[in-house]
Each structure stands twice: as C-alpha cells, then as structure tokens.
C-alpha cells in the first residue's frame, strides 16, 4: 500500500521561502520517478518539479522554465522522503501542492499529472504581500 504525506505548507510572507516534504511508504519499485504538482483554484494541475531515480542509484530532475531557479526538488533516501523548496514567494505560488510517484522513464514526462500512480493528500500554501 503505497502512501505519500506532505508537509510543511502555510501562509508566508511574499518574498520569502518554504521547504515541503513528502513522506514516503510502500513504494518498493528500484526505479521512479516522484513529482511535486501544485493547483491553484479554478487552475489546472501543473508540473512544479519532477525527479527520476534510475534501478543503478543515478538521479535526474526537471523543472518547468517558469519556475527555474525558485524552486529545488531534493531527496533524501535513507528518509524515504522528498522535498519541494521554493525561494522568492509571490501571491502566484498560492495552492494546494501535491505529490506524486509514478514509473515514467522519461523525465521530461514526470511533469505531467496523468503519468503518475500516486498521489498525497496535498498540502496548502498561501502566500501573502
């Protein structure tokens, strides 16, 4: 049964920074693929940052260009957990995030909601100027 748990949402100022994390269990697959999404009332679900771990250790990630250089996609193993940190708040980033595991190779893929298995139960941030 696999179950994942995210944390650490809130309201933050406007400018500032927030770590989530996604605790992981049951998922027992050598290779994956983990993804943080976000949804903004009336918006659909979009790809904030993706990572594939291969069976052989080696890791990659993505992010959309819009949010490249705001946002990292970290993971510690030992753990079993997966982090989301966002630098440079705006009203913009205010949503409920989520995340999500899956088995997409492809790492362009793991921005796209569809591809994936698994979904937590999300975890609200509310930005404020």
């Known amino acids: 049964h696999v179950q994942l748990v995210e944390s650490g949402g809130g309201s933050v100022q406007a400018g500032g920074s927030l770590r989530l994390s996604c605790a992981a269990s049951?998922?027992?697959?050598?290779?994956?693929?983990m993804g943080w999404f976000r949804q903004a009332p009336g918006k659909e679900r979009e790809g904030v940052a993706g990572m594939r771990r291969g069976s052989d250790g080696s890791g990659s990630t993505v992010y959309p260009n819009p949010l490249k250089g705001r946002v990292t996609i970290t993971q510690d193993t030992a753990k079993n957990t997966v982090y989301l940190d966002i630098h440079a708040l705006t009203s913009g980033d205010t949503a409920t995030y989520y995340c999500a595991a899956g088995s997409t190779h492809n790492i362009i893929k793991t921005l796209t909601p569809s591809l994936y298995d698994y979904w937590g139960q999300g975890t609200q941030v509310t930005v404020s100027s």
């Open positions: 049951g998922y027992t697959y050598s290779s994956y693929c």
